[in-house]
């Protein structure tokens, strides 16, 4: 069954474990989850698109140097049913697995704290999620290209299936929202060095992954990337 009575999304999840480096070598402190953009840090704004999607349970990661992330959401989440795990992990998909466990049951929608889109994109995205299949990883896509490893993706525009990630091109990109089913597919006991190799192993192992084509996110890893996102305002 697909359709929205199939996906009604009540939790979600923030990926905000990155020690934020390369935004450090720029000359930014504080945690990465901290950096400001447009005012409020990135954890403000990913927090406030769950609250304009109607999304009350939180799923949130960020390591255990990131106090002052942790004193923020103590002070601004109280209207919010939090679940914080604060951990420092090894990796991308070890930030993601740790949240995913705890989400899995019922569908949800899991984004890395340093992506900003407007909050009617992201409610978009929630939506367009239910027309796939009721165990479809959806993945939110961008033409807006300015990473230096962008994570490319092959969308076929009869269906929305993701044919391939990967690769030195493309129209489009992972843009670091994900909407997960109740039950992921089993991954290998081993794991991943990184989330774009487990999402590479979904779309390979012919699990059935999906995308969402959005107008403009911005990913925020380097003092530039935040002017451009001012700049779009």
Not at 32 to 52: E, N, Y
Not at 137 to 143: A, E, K, M, Q
Request: charged share 25%; hydrophobic share 45%.
């Amino acid at each position: 069954m697909t359709g929205a009575a199939a996906h009604q999304i009540r939790r979600g999840g923030i990926i905000a474990a990155g020690e934020g480096s390369r935004l450090r070598g720029h000359g930014l402190s504080g945690s990465k989850p901290m950096v400001r953009v447009r005012g409020r840090p990135l954890i403000s704004h990913a927090v406030d698109r769950f609250r304009a999607a109607g999304i009350r349970a939180l799923t949130i990661i960020i390591n255990e140097a990131s106090d002052d992330c942790r004193h923020w959401l103590e002070h601004n989440t109280g209207d919010l049913d939090l679940d914080l795990i604060m951990r420092t992990t090894p990796s991308s998909y070890a930030s993601f697995a740790l949240v995913a466990g705890r989400l899995a049951g019922a569908p949800a929608v899991v984004t890395t704290v340093d992506t900003i889109m407007p909050s009617a994109d992201f409610r978009g995205f929630v939506a367009a999620s239910a027309r796939f299949p009721d165990d479809a990883v959806v993945l939110g896509l961008t033409d807006l290209v300015d990473d230096e490893a962008p994570l490319w993706a092959a969308l076929d525009p009869g269906d929305g299936r993701i044919r391939r990630l990967g690769g030195d091109g493309g129209l489009h990109v992972t843009a670091g929202l994900y909407v997960l089913p109740a039950r992921l597919p089993t991954a290998p006991a081993a794991g991943f060095a990184r989330l774009r190799d487990y999402l590479d192993w979904l779309v390979s192992s012919g699990a059935p992954v999906h995308g969402v084509v959005l107008p403009r996110v911005f990913d925020i890893d380097r003092a530039r990337d935040i002017a451009a996102a001012e700049r779009a305002r």
